[in-house]
């Protein structure tokens, strides 16, 4: 995470107000992502993965901290600047049946975000833009009258891909983008993003929890537990000599093809704790299993341009493979 960070995220929080009492989704979160590169975020579910992607765009206002986008920090920002703000930074929603609207049809759907930013003088100059959308996602221009439920998920999600980039943004948050889809279709869907980062410059916070994906698309990677990051960095060191204890627990649970090759012995038990009364200390030494007295208290010190662990991980890897 060497390049310079088109946006930066500092110390961010997001406390939710429920009935049963507040809960802590992100606690602190501070992440780089450079300039034209791809970040991958991982956990399990309920770890914050969604909530940070969101809070990133403000369609979820953070409790505190700070989201510094190009150099403008985005969380002081009023109604009128952020809405200019929007046209460089779109989300891919994970579900491609429910995030368009079945009513529209596919120029209509791209249509709305053009109108909204005021892109395109005509009806006919804005169904051209979506036209040439449609094509550069890898779909025919004759199917621009078609509704939703005429498209696979795969095409859904080419249709969702396409409205993102219909405002030319330079961020995109592609949140769980493929994980709704069949994995022929999961891996045409990663290569036309990964096509487009190249061609169109983008930066991206890729969120997913299939590691292999991952390592497969993004430059870096931040794992995230219980609303904090465990671990981040050059996502070919960390996958390579992780050491975390919950990022090693994660690679050693992912799915290999070969039912002969050696698995690490890592097994978590139990279940994530709840954001209503997370741990003191590293979140995770609820159910890690190598915990050391220091894990009760000392926390995890997020350090966006390296592997961040806490200082008992520190001295764990010096002594411990597990």
Request: proline content about 7%; overall charge neutral; aromatic content about 4%.
């Amino acid at each position: 995470m060497t390049a310079t960070p088109l946006l930066s995220i500092r110390n961010l929080t997001k406390v939710f107000d429920t009935p049963g009492g507040k809960v802590r989704a992100l606690t602190d979160v501070s992440l780089d992502i450079p300039r034209g590169s791809i970040l991958g975020l991982v956990g399990e579910s309920g770890s914050g993965k969604t909530t940070l992607g969101r809070c990133v765009l403000r369609l979820i206002e953070p409790t505190s901290g700070q989201v510094v986008f190009d150099g403008t920090d985005i969380t002081a920002l009023g109604a009128r600047d952020m809405k200019a703000m929007r046209k460089r930074m779109q989300i891919v929603f994970q579900d491609p049946f429910s995030s368009l609207n079945p009513r529209m049809r596919v120029h209509e759907i791209i249509g709305e975000a053009l109108i909204a930013h005021g892109i395109g003088k005509t009806g006919r100059e804005r169904r051209d833009r979506a036209a040439a959308l449609l094509e550069e996602v890898g779909l025919r221009p004759d199917q621009l009258d078609r509704f939703p439920h005429e498209f696979s998920g795969g095409q859904r999600q080419r249709i969702g891909i396409a409205r993102a980039l219909a405002v030319d943004p330079d961020f995109i948050v592609a949140d769980e983008s493929v994980s709704a889809l069949d994995v022929s279709v999961q891996a045409q869907i990663l290569n036309l993003l990964n096509d487009l980062r190249q061609k169109r410059g983008l930066t991206m916070l890729f969120i997913a929890h299939d590691l292999s994906v991952v390592e497969y698309l993004c430059e870096d990677v931040a794992v995230l537990y219980l609303g904090r990051v465990m671990e981040a960095g050059d996502c070919r060191s960390i996958y390579a000599a992780p050491s975390h204890p919950y990022t090693r627990a994660l690679l050693a649970a992912a799915p290999v093809p070969d039912p002969d090759a050696p698995r690490a012995g890592v097994m978590l038990t139990g279940d994530i704790p709840s954001p209503l009364n997370p741990p003191s200390g590293c979140v995770f030494h609820t159910r890690c299993p190598v915990v050391m007295e220091d894990c009760r208290q000392l926390l995890p010190t997020p350090q966006p341009a390296r592997s961040s662990v806490t200082a008992a991980c520190h001295r764990l890897n010096e002594t411990v493979s597990c």
